[in-house]
């Protein structure tokens, strides 16, 4: 019903006959106070010098760029050609072959290595690490012989590190003895 509304009040103001507007024209107040504007002496622009020696500079550009009537190579050329840059392109090819081979290789080597499954437990704890609330009975694995096992291998390596340490000390104190023999 809202759009019957609006269409029909639209249709209501269209079809009222309207007062004949009348528009105001500043144009004709003249009451002997007209001043003209005073005259500026406006230059030409920068964008106008810009474009007006952009016109023979790139003439002269593209003169110096051909190249000569015997087929000699253009003046930038020979200033292009003078910067050791392009004197040693294949030193500098060879070099950057040889860069990008290697990491390839070292790519490769990389993407193809296998990963190490080896994880070393620094506490037993870690093994029961689950939540201990809400495990139903029988859920849980006796672990023991686990910690048993990582329990001698510590046991074993530690024993290896005092005898090293102990064959250290016995070598330190040989080489003091024969220093002070000497």
């Known amino acids: 019903m809202q759009a019957f509304r609006t269409r029909a009040a639209g249709v209501a103001r269209r079809a009222r006959a309207t007062a004949p507007r009348t528009s105001r024209s500043y144009a004709s107040e003249s009451h002997g106070h007209h001043h003209e504007a005073p005259q500026v002496s406006e230059g030409l622009g920068t964008a106008f010098y810009v ?73 037993p704890e870690l093994f029961n690490s689950g939540s201990p609330w809400n495990v139903p009975a029988g859920h849980s ?18 024993e ?9 000390a016995a070598a330190a104190a040989e080489a003091e003895a024969s220093a002070e023999e000497n």
Do not use: C
């Open 51 to 123: 474009f007006a020696s952009a016109l023979p500079l790139s003439v002269v550009g593209y003169q110096i760029s051909r190249p000569g009537a015997d087929g000699e190579p253009s003046s930038i050329s020979q200033w292009l050609q003078q910067f050791d840059y392009f004197k040693d392109n294949e030193t500098r090819n060879s070099i950057r072959t040889e860069l990008f081979e290697q990491a390839a290789h070292d790519k490769h080597l990389l993407l193809n290595a296998g990963k190490s499954t080896h994880v070393e437990l620094k506490m």
């Open 160 to 168: 290896r590190k005092a005898k090293k340490l102990a064959a250290l």
């Open 141 to 158: 694995a006796n672990l023991d012989h686990i910690t048993e096992h990582y329990r001698k291998q510590a046991a074993v390596e530690e």
